[in-house]
């Protein structure tokens, strides 16, 4: 489980926002915790879970802005 929010949130270039915020949520806890490292979790359930979160008007630390940084152009060193 860690290593699927861990990737995604590496992926979307959040810098831990999605892991501090997505683990401390209650839709985490209600659906995820406790989990043992012998819990199997399907990634497509685990990604459902995480889309309600996403769009639960209550989920308010994290915009669209964050989701959409990887999005955004890198800035290379010495790049103009």
Do not use: C
């Not at 860690?2 to 992926?11: N, P, R």
């Not at 831990?16 to 985490?28: N, W, Y």
């Not at 406790?34 to 979790?41: A, C, F, I, K």
Request: charged share 30%; glycine share 4%; proline share 5%.
């Amino acid at each position: 489980m860690v290593e699927y929010i861990t990737a995604l949130d590496g992926f979307l270039a959040l810098e831990g926002k999605l892991e501090k915020q997505f683990k401390d949520s209650s839709f985490f806890k209600k659906f995820y915790d406790p989990l043992t490292d012998e819990d199997l979790v399907q990634f497509e359930d685990f990604y459902d879970v995480l889309q309600k979160w996403a769009v639960n008007p209550d989920q308010l630390n994290l915009s669209y802005d964050d989701f959409a940084a990887s999005d955004k152009p890198l800035k290379l060193p010495g790049a103009k």
